[in-house]
Structures are given as structure tokens and as C-alpha cells.
């Protein structure tokens, strides 16, 4: 059974950091693109970044980039994602995926992690 468990999030001032990070199980995740989405109140859920398992290349919704940072280890199963300069913009309900590099739709999803930036 895949499980993807987030932890991390919390309450933070604006300029603050946070680091996600999402505990991988249950299957081989080569061939998989690991993505980190986040849903405010009232708005449509966006995907944030997003990561290959097996050869690590990234990708970074515009507001994001040069302050969020995705990665994965290996060892740990996990896909981290470091938060920076974060904006009262950035609060949001933070969500674990997964999804096959050859299909569109994510087929795994953890319960979600809140966080709350403050200004």
C-alpha cells in the first residue's frame, strides 16, 4: 500500500523559512515524478514544484521560484521542500503527490500539511 506522509508545516513570520518534508512507502518510486501542491482557502489547487525520482530534474511554478527548493533522497525515501522568503501569499494547505512520468494524473496523494505565513 503507497503511503506519502508530510510533515513539517507550522506557523512562520514573513521572511521565515519552513522545510516540508514527505515520507515515500509502499512501491519502487523509479519512473515517478514526485510533486508538491498547495491549496489556499477559496482557491484552485496549483501544482509548487515538482521532482524526477530517477534522474532529478525539476520544475518550479513561476511564484516559487529562486525561494523553494525541491529534493530527494535516496536513503531516506523522502522528497524534501525547502521554503524561503516565505510571503503571507505562500499559506496554504501543502500536499505530497505521485505520478507516473508517462501518464498526467497523480495517483498518490499524502493528507496534507498546513502552513501559515504570518506578515
Known amino acids: 500500500q503507497v503511503q506519502l506522509v508530510e510533515s513539517g508545516g507550522g506557523l512562520v513570520q514573513a521572511g521565515g523559512s519552513l522545510r516540508l518534508s514527505c515520507a515515500a512507502s509502499g512501491r519502487t518510486f523509479s519512473g515517478y515524478l514526485m510533486g508538491w501542491f498547495r491549496q489556499a482557502p477559496g482557491k484552485e489547487r496549483e501544482l509548487v514544484a515538482r521532482i524526477g525520482w530517477t534522474d532529478g530534474s525539476t520544475y518550479y511554478t513561476d511564484s516559487v521560484k529562486g525561494r523553494f527548493t525541491i529534493s530527494r533522497d535516496y536513503a531516506k525515501n523522502t522528497v524534501d521542500l525547502q521554503m524561503n522568503s516565505l510571503k503571507p501569499e505562500d499559506t496554504a494547505v501543502y500536499y505530497c503527490?505521485?505520478?507516473?512520468?508517462?501518464?498526467?494524473?497523480?495517483?498518490?496523494w499524502g493528507q496534507g500539511t498546513q502552513v501559515t505565513v504570518s506578515s
Open positions: 503527490a505521485a505520478r507516473r512520468v508517462i501518464t498526467l494524473k497523480y495517483d498518490y
